[in-house]
Nanobody, 114 residues
Framework: VQLQASGGGLVQAGESLRLSCPVPSSEDFAHMGWYRQPPGKQRELVASLNNVGGTYYADFVQGRFTIFRDIAESTLYLRMARLKPEDTAVYFC??????????WGKGTQVTVSS
């Protein structure tokens, strides 16, 4: 199963975006998360959500992003506000089942102009 992230685009600094990632409703996941890969850099963790609702955010998020899951829609979201040019990257979603192989999504491009 390959996930598909969507919702990226070209925005100006200070604007907002919401990324979406449908996840299989038939599985239970230990963790889900959003990663990003800026141009010329390695992929890095942005935010994660565990199975009891605990969240983690990278330091660079600084309170601007929110990760959440809509169980009814079986979708993982990343709400991003006050975007900065340094947030420009390809964003990926990841779902980690309790057993077996992790699911990665095809990325969605986020470009923030100054």
């Amino acid at each position: 199963v390959q996930l598909q992230a969507s919702g990226g685009g070209l925005v100006q600094a200070g604007e907002s975006l919401r990324l979406s990632c449908p996840v299989p409703s038939s599985e239970d996941f230990a963790h889900m998360g959003w990663y990003r890969q800026p141009p010329g850099k390695q992929r890095e963790l942005v935010a994660s959500l565990n199975n009891v609702g605990g969240t983690y955010y990278a330091d660079f998020v600084q309170g601007r992003f929110t990760i959440f899951r809509d169980i009814a829609e079986s979708t993982l979201y990343l709400r991003m506000a006050r975007l900065k040019p340094e947030d420009t990257a390809v964003y990926f979603c990841k779902a980690e089942p309790w057993y077996g192989t992790n699911y990665w999504g095809k990325g969605t491009q986020v470009t923030v102009s100054s």
